[in-house]
């Protein structure tokens, strides 16, 4: 998770998500394409075009990067201390993690550790819920506590937490949909990019429109 200062005052955040193989195989790139998903709950595998029977495809890589503008980290410093907010937020993200226990790779996870029984699939789901209700805390405190300390300008204190906060993000990806979410409304960017030297490349670039709950801020 890497901060960068730009102009002035001025500064952004990236998230960013990287594999390459210089060796690569069908095997392995689908296998990075799911570890992607898993972590942050995109949808890629279905964007991608590999053939059967080509197992040996060289150089291949897959990036991921979202890019946080100042809007969408000032509306986080902003909101992240208000109890009010986090309390919405705790209501989202409990709805973000029903979707996806109802959904069938939700199932699948939850199949895995438990024998499928009703019972034990409502102890999936409030696990689930605690572990992402823990990472969304940690990452409204990392925020609140950054919008303590930015008056205008970066130091490395600002960045030290900063990058905190994006581990919190990247390590569950409930609460990095949810967030996803939640910033559109701020302007962020999303690249993706699917690259070899045997495979269909695959390039997208999404950038949502700031409005104006963030601008007036």
Known sequence: YNQEKLQGTDFHAKAK???ENDHGTRRGLILAIKDLEQETGIRVLDKVSIEYGQEHLGYVQVSSEYELNLASLVYLMKKSGDKE???NMERKLERTVLAYIESEAGRKECLKDTLGGGIELKR????????ANIRLRKVLSAFNSIGKMYTGRV???IIDKLALAGKSLWQNKLVFSLFKEELKQCGISHKLNINGYRINNFSQISKFETSASCQNL
């Open 124 to 131: 999936c789901e409030y696990r689930m819920s605690r572990r």
């Open 85 to 87: 907010y986090q309390k």
């Open 155 to 157: 130091d490395k204190k």
């Open 17 to 19: 998500w990287h594999w």
